[in-house]
């Protein structure tokens, strides 16, 4: 455990220019929504920022194991004895941190703005869990990719595989959404019903069966790949 968590330290560490930017703005932007008490730019705050935190949580990730392969960090410290799936578990953790202080502000400002708006906030803590949980599952899925792929190529994969049945809905076909944890959030977010909790529960497991699933995928592949060379 004491080297994913140092892993994750240093990978937190290398992102702090990003921790600081996104902290200033969502504090800021807090401010600036919590001048107006109209119920459609409350309800916007939680859905603007829930898909900006997704795709920063895949961004974040897709990009690690390229940046590390440049850097030659990443043959440093597998050359300690630590095990590539620590190391891929460490990248993910780094990423969980760094978005889970998003989520906290995020929380914050949401629970400002809706007990002016007078929204029920009794759901939000399970709410906010499932959505910290979708990002964990974007970052999984993303680090997955990345691999075997090209940053640019993992990222369009991930959100590609994120947002799957949208895919196929436009193609008249239709899955059970509750498999795809992104989309099942977006759409509980779209319906703006913010006490479903039975429902966030469930987005929650799935997507932290999800993190299960790709993390596993990613250290067999990783495994066979050759860490001195980037993807490409």
């Known amino acids: 455990m004491l080297p994913i968590l ?9 992102q702090w220019l990003v921790v600081c930017i996104m902290s ?35 961004t974040l990730a897709v990009g690690a194991i390229q940046a590390e392969k440049k850097s030659r960090r990443i043959i440093a410290v ?3 004895g630590i095990h590539r799936w620590q190391y ?26 809706y007990r002016q708006a007078g929204y029920p906030v009794d759901g939000l803590p399970v709410l906010i869990l499932a959505l910290f949980c979708c990002c964990l599952a974007a970052s999984a899925v993303s680090l997955f990719f990345s ?17 799957f049945p949208y ?7 239709r899955i ?30 799935v997507a932290l069966a999800w993190v299960l699933v790709f993390v596993a995928a990613a250290a067999a592949v990783f495994n066979r790949r050759d860490v001195t060379t980037s993807p490409e």
């Open 24 to 58: 200033v703005y969502l504090l800021g932007i807090t401010g600036v929504f919590s001048i107006h008490e109209e119920t459609a730019e409350t309800a916007f705050f939680l859905q603007w920022h829930s898909s900006y935190v997704v795709f920063l949580a895949m």
């Open 88 to 113: 891929l578990a460490g990248l993910l953790v780094g990423c969980g941190i760094i978005v889970g202080i998003f989520w906290l502000l995020i929380a914050g400002g949401v629970f400002v703005l």
């Open 78 to 80: 597998l050359s300690k």
């Open 167 to 173: 895919i196929l809905q436009g193609a008249g076909w």
């Open 176 to 205: 059970p959404g509750e498999l795809f944890p992104v989309f099942a959030a977006a759409d509980l977010l779209q319906r703006f019903e913010l006490n479903a909790v039975a429902q966030a529960w469930t987005i929650a497991a």
């Open 6 to 14: 140092l892993i994750a330290r240093n990978f937190v560490r290398t």
């Open 147 to 163: 691999v075997f792929l090209h940053p640019l190529l993992a990222a369009a994969a991930s959100a590609v595989t994120l947002v």
